[in-house]
């Protein structure tokens, strides 16, 4: 079984601590299939073991099921399955990235299913170029800039619009109503 991923509130709380530099961000990396992903610190709550998670039945491929957080049901999102690939086989680093995201207003906890979590990494402001027009494997709403570390780039994500409570509730019950519809506006 994999072990708890070694992130503690703790840590996430000093990693997200203000460096100081004004133009410098620390971003969460993690990896789907050969990519490299980035999110905001501020916005990661906790990472979890992959497990115990409950299927929901009609719902979009892409939401893998829920899980109970300390009394809370929290959805758990497959990233890969959402980007449009397929939905990402369970492997022994897998692991659940918890995330709170604010839409009107309200909070809102979801998890997002990922390969492997990498690192908590600085990135300069001045590092991160625009989202490309075109080219990318995901939408490119979903995306907020390419941070550029160690030569290579880290996509850095736009995560409330990828993680959207309002469109993903709009394909669940486009999915409940007409399963063939889902495939066609997922594809």
Do not use: W
């Not at 918890?98 to 979801?110: L, W």
């Amino acid at each position: 079984m994999n072990q708890m991923v070694k992130a503690s509130n703790s840590s996430l709380t000093a990693a997200k601590s203000n460096t100081g530099g004004g133009d410098t961000h620390q971003y969460l990396t993690f990896t789907l299939g050969s990519e490299m992903f980035a999110v905001g610190i501020l916005i990661v709550k906790e990472i979890i073991e992959y497990g115990n998670l409950t299927e929901i039945p009609m719902m979009p491929s892409f939401i893998r099921g829920v899980i109970n957080l300390r009394g809370a049901v929290v959805p758990v999102v497959d990233l890969a399955a959402r980007f449009g690939g397929k939905i990402s086989e369970v492997q022994r680093r897998t692991c659940i990235v918890i995330v709170e995201i604010t839409q009107d207003d309200a909070k809102h906890d979801i998890g997002i299913m990922v390969d492997a979590v990498s690192e908590v990494l600085e990135i300069q402001a001045s590092e991160i170029e625009p989202p490309p027009s075109f080219g990318a494997k995901i939408r490119a709403d979903f995306i907020a800039g390419m941070g550029k570390v160690n030569q290579k780039f880290v996509i850095i994500l736009q995560i409330d619009r990828v993680l959207s409570v309002d469109e993903m509730a709009m394909l669940a019950d486009v999915s409940q109503a007409n399963p063939e519809t889902l495939a066609a506006t997922t594809e």
